[in-house]
Each structure stands twice: as structure tokens, then as C-alpha cells.
């Protein structure tokens, strides 16, 4: 078998590889959806603590693919928004600040990716969106503030950490940029459901519909600016 053939049957490999895992995301993503909707807590329970780890082995695959290699924290940042999915499903105060702190974890790994990824080499750029998105998280604050309880400072501390993802995301395109305010709008939501505010129709479903195409947008913008810098 010539090198020729031998490459061209690695790459075919990992190709098949890498749509078969984004395949699966996006069929646990769906069944997780419509678990939500059918009232499923089963299949729910079930699928959630799979998302994340299916989007990190994607985009793991999708770089060797690329003979490339992802960025070093995009993988500690699905885990630990992993381990945040899962803490959250145990309906515990304890494990709720827990799953916070997985998420917040995650927040400043991909802050620290954007960065050195170049989100903050328009400054002038970054300066605006920053006073953006500052603007909208006093406005959120303030409207959640009376309602928080003894949440208060911990959903203040995370969404501060949250908007930063935003804000750095913006900084690399809209895919990325688009993905940080999906994130950010999907834990507004849970926020609201935090201060018993009335809830939207299908209110579970948003957040996590919101979430998953985060995430999503996130990691393959990440993967894409890789891609540019090298």
C-alpha cells in the first residue's frame, strides 16, 4: 500500500470519526430535547451528562482530523460544564453552588482561551461590547437583586464571569460571539426561575435548547480560530 493511499485511508478514518461523534451530539442533544417535552425524566436524567463529553471527543476528533490540535482548555471547559450539568440535576442546594462553580470553572477556561486566541486584539472593539454587556448585566442584576435570597452574591459573582465569556467570544467572530450570548441568555432564564419570576412556555426547554447550541457555537468557533491562526 503506497503513503498515498495509507494517508488518504487515516484521514477517511478520522473523517468518519469525527461525523459520527458530532452525529451522536446532535442526536443526544435532540433526545434530550424532546425528553424535556414529553415530560421524560428518564431519558432526560439520561442524556444531559452526555453532551458535553460527545462535543469535547468531537472537537477533539474534528482537530486531529485537521492535524491540528484543539486548543488546550476547550476540553476542561465542556467537562467542567459537564460536572456542572450533573451536579445540577440533583436538585440539592449544596450541589446546586457546586454545579455553579463547575460552570464558573468553565467560564474562566474559555475566557483564557479566547484571550490567547486573540480576543482582546481590538481593544477599541472590546471596549464597547465590554461596556455592552456590563450595561446589560447591571440592568439584570438589579431587576433579579430583590427576588436572589441568599443567592444574591453567588448568581452576581457567576454572571460576571458569564458575561466575560461573552464578551471575550464576541471577539472572534460572530459564531463565537453569537454562542457567548446564547450562553448568557440561557442562564438569564435559569436565573429567573432562581427568583420564582413567571416562567415562558416551554421554559426548560429554551434554556437548554439556548445552552446546547452555546456550547456548540463556542467549541466549533474556537476550532475555527485555531484553524485561522495557524
Not at 482548555?73 to 440533583?90: R, Y
Not at 477599541?124 to 427576588?147: F, H, S, T
Request: aromatic share 6%; hydrophobic share 50%; glycine share 10%.
Amino acid at each position: 500500500m503506497s503513503i498515498r493511499t495509507t494517508t488518504r485511508a487515516v484521514l477517511g478514518g478520522r473523517l468518519r470519526s469525527t461525523t459520527g461523534l458530532l452525529g451522536g451530539f446532535a442526536a443526544t442533544s435532540a433526545a434530550h430535547l424532546g425528553a424535556i417535552l414529553s415530560g421524560s425524566s428518564v431519558l432526560r436524567n439520561a442524556t444531559k451528562p452526555a453532551l458535553m463529553p460527545l462535543l469535547a471527543a468531537h472537537s477533539a476528533s474534528a482537530a486531529t482530523a485537521a492535524e491540528r490540535e484543539a486548543p488546550k482548555l476547550l476540553t476542561p471547559a465542556l467537562l467542567l460544564s459537564a460536572g456542572g450539568d450533573v451536579l445540577l440535576q440533583l436538585k440539592d442546594d449544596t450541589a446546586f453552588l457546586a454545579g455553579m462553580g463547575s460552570f464558573a470553572a468553565a467560564h474562566v477556561c474559555y475566557v483564557t482561551m479566547f484571550v490567547r486566541q486573540g480576543a482582546l486584539t481590538d481593544r477599541r472593539r472590546a471596549l464597547l461590547v465590554a461596556a455592552a454587556y456590563a450595561g446589560a448585566w447591571a440592568a439584570m442584576i438589579g431587576q433579579l437583586w430583590p427576588d436572589l435570597g441568599d443567592l444574591r452574591v453567588p448568581v452576581a459573582g457567576y454572571s460576571l464571569l458569564l458575561a466575560s465569556t461573552a464578551v471575550t467570544s464576541a471577539g472572534l467572530g460572530w459564531r463565537t460571539g453569537l454562542g457567548g450570548a446564547l450562553f448568557l441568555l440561557s442562564d438569564t432564564l435559569i436565573a429567573t426561575q432562581l427568583a420564582k419570576w413567571r416562567e415562558l412556555p416551554g421554559h426548560q426547554f429554551w434554556i437548554m435548547a439556548t445552552y446546547v447550541l452555546a456550547q456548540y457555537l463556542l467549541a466549533s468557533g474556537a476550532l475555527k480560530a485555531e484553524e485561522r491562526a495557524a
